[in-house]
């Protein structure tokens, strides 16, 4: 059974960091990409990070780029998103989800204050 579970949330104010994690188990991590995905009040889930399974390459949606960074630790299973210089739009639930895995955590709460 997939599990996924996000931690690392919290109220931080503008300008501020955070590092997210996620705590994977039940699927070979090592062999799929994995990403992070956020949902804004009111809005739909929108991707944000892509990291894949070897090299591994990085990707980011243009409203990150440069400010966040997302790793992994396959001796672990875990993976983690580095954000900096936060901005208020940057508050929302943040999920990780394995590419091609149809399964979901319960997500993070991020609340970037002024």
């Known amino acids: 059974q997939v599990q996924l579970v996000e931690s690392g949330g919290g109220l931080v104010q503008s300008g501020g960091s955070l590092r997210l994690s996620c705590a994977t188990s039940g699927f070979a991590f090592i062999t799929y990409a994995m990403n992070w995905y956020r949902q804004a009040p009111g809005k739909e889930r929108e991707w944000v990070a892509v990291?894949?399974?070897?090299?591994?390459?990085?990707g980011y949606s243009d409203s990150v780029q440069g400010r966040f960074t997302i790793s992994r630790d396959n001796d672990k299973n875990t993976l983690y998103l580095q954000m900096n210089s936060l901005k208020l739009e940057d508050t929302a639930v943040y999920y990780c989800?394995?590419?091609?895995?149809?399964?979901w955590g319960q997500g993070t709460q991020v609340t970037v204050s002024a």
């Open positions: 989800k394995a590419s091609g895995i149809d399964s």
């Open positions: 990291i894949t399974s070897t090299g591994p390459s990085t």
